[in-house]
T-cell receptor
Framework: AQTVTQSQPEMSVQEAETVTLSCTYD???????LFWYKQPPSRQMILVIR??????QNATENRFSVNFQKAAKSFSLKISDSQLGDTAMYFC?????????????????FGKGTLLTVNP | GAGVSQSPSNKVTEKGKDVELRCDPI?????LYWYRQSLGQGLEFLIY????????KSGLPSDRFSAERTGGSVSTLTIQRTQQEDSAVYLC??????????????FGAGTRLSVL
């Protein structure tokens, strides 16, 4: 079974600064996908960024980027120029292809999350 | 619809009662997932529906939990004889037919269940 570990339960950063959230995972799979989701107080999970394991290039989405280290099984999220609206729980998630009758089950395995607070 | 819709947004019930949670996925999405988010925990997979295939129920914690998906669209998660440990936020997600990295799961805002 896959496990995802987020070692930082809480973090805080000043507005406009940069912060990095850590995520490590354990798997024997060679092909898989990694995601960062954001959950604001509204509870709705929002996809922030995603990475394919076979791609060496780190994914980037505007102010969000990842540092994907496949050998180390590490997938950290860097938020640049932090904004007040970035305050939320951030979840790291792993997905592999699980064979099941009638198709593939792309279920997500989540870490326990990091609560990020951006201070003015 | 514009997004995944879940109802009710909050539900308070007494121990031993049955509850039904509803999920209306994004139109055209054939895959539907239920997850549970307990206080201080990440999200725990419960059940998965894909088209007309048999659902993957491997994440259901006990036989008190069941789910249906009628007509390949709306899904109902039922918890019978609720216990206090069932208190959690129940999140539903939907996605297009799974296709690797393009399989993005879109989540609803969840139902917060409180069992007294």
């Amino acid at each position: 079974a896959q496990t995802v570990t987020q070692s930082q339960p809480e973090m805080s950063v000043q507005e406009a600064e940069t912060v990095t959230l850590s995520c490590t995972y354990d798997t024997s799979e060679s092909n898989y996908y990694l995601f960062w989701y954001k959950q604001p107080p509204s509870r709705q999970m929002i996809l922030v960024i995603r990475q394919e394991a076979y791609k060496q290039q780190n994914a980037t989405e505007n102010r969000f980027s990842v540092n994907f280290q496949k050998a180390a099984k590490s997938f950290s999220l860097k938020i640049s120029d932090s904004q007040l609206g970035d305050t939320a729980m951030y979840f790291c998630a792993f997905m592999k292809q699980v064979p099941s009758i009638g198709g593939s089950n792309y279920k997500l395995t989540f870490g326990k999350g990091t609560l990020l607070t951006v201070n003015p | 619809g514009a997004g995944v819709s879940q109802s009710p947004s909050n539900k308070v019930t007494e121990k031993g009662k049955d509850v039904e949670l509803r999920c209306d996925p994004i139109s055209g999405h054939t895959a539907l997932y239920w997850y549970r988010q307990s206080l201080g925990q990440g999200l725990e997979f419960l059940i998965y529906f894909q088209g007309n295939s048999a659902p993957d129920k491997s994440g259901l914690p006990s036989d008190r939990f069941s789910a249906e998906r009628t007509g390949g669209s709306v899904s109902t998660l039922t918890i019978q004889r609720t216990q206090q440990e069932d208190s959690a936020v129940y999140l539903c997600a939907s996605s297009l037919v799974p296709s690797g990295i393009k399989n993005i799961q879109y989540f609803g805002a969840g139902t917060r269940l409180s069992v007294l």
